[in-house]
């Protein structure tokens, strides 16, 4: 998937564990690592709002575009 | 809202439990009929000594439709008891659904064999007559099965879909 989620960068900025974070916005551990590890299909605005809140950063922080073929 | 579902749920486990048991007498009675099939050949072969002949032939044909129609009924118990346990819409369901529709499918080749076997060697069975009605409603099933499968099959991705959506 062209979509790359920086959600483990993000929290290792603001040094924050998962299940901290989902005891914050109130989102099931298992949830959050399935849009951890990028196995998630779409994300609900709802949960990028809480997500953006709780780490306080920007949408762009959490998810980035990338060329299907681009090496890492 | 959640109560509605609730009675939902309930009535839809009472379907079932009246569906199984509906299919339980189904296959008791298919497998009876199977049974009885072979002293029954025996007797119209006694009866009608000219087409005795025919007896294993058609005796084997029937019981082909007979074993396949059972293997689709004995299949849609996997499916009730996914209905059950609320996993309709998973791959298994899909995968019984579309065994059970090739199984009606297949039920026409046979039927088709026994056709042409009978008016080779009667003249005006009145056999076949049952046969065609046995081939549209086998068709009919297989395409029924074939478009339930379909929609369980569209369902389990939309559930997937929903599923990964955080």
């Known amino acids: 998937m062209s979509i790359i989620v920086n959600l483990d960068v993000m929290l290792a900025k603001r040094k924050m564990t998962l299940t901290e974070l989902s005891e914050q916005i109130d989102l099931s551990l298992n949830n959050l690592s399935v849009l951890k590890t990028g196995k998630a299909r779409a994300i609900r605005f709802s949960t990028l709002e809480k997500i953006c809140e709780v780490l306080e950063c920007q949408p762009g922080d959490i998810l980035e575009y990338r060329i299907a073929n681009q090496p890492d | ?166």
């Open chain 2, 1 to 166: 809202m959640q109560n509605h579902l609730i009675k939902t749920n309930r009535f839809s486990k009472v379907l079932i439990g009246f569906l199984s048991l509906g299919m339980l007498g189904i296959v008791l009675i298919t497998m009876l009929i199977s049974y009885n099939l072979i002293f029954f050949s025996h007797e119209v072969a006694k009866e009608n000594p000219e087409v005795a002949y025919m007896r294993i032939p058609v005796l084997i044909i029937s019981e082909l439709i007979i074993g396949l129609f059972l293997i689709a009924c004995i299949l849609s118990f996997g499916v009730l008891f996914n209905y059950w346990k609320n996993r309709i819409f998973s791959k298994s369901s899909v995968v019984l659904l579309r065994i059970m529709s090739l199984c009606f499918a297949l039920i026409i080749i046979p039927c088709v064999v026994l056709i042409i076997y009978t008016m080779q060697n009667v003249d005006g069975s009145i056999t076949n007559l049952w046969v065609n009605f046995g081939i549209v409603i086998s068709f009919v099933a297989a395409c029924i099965f074939a478009l339930i499968s379909n929609l369980v099959e569209q369902g389990l991705k939309y559930k997937e879909e929903n599923e990964l959506t955080i």
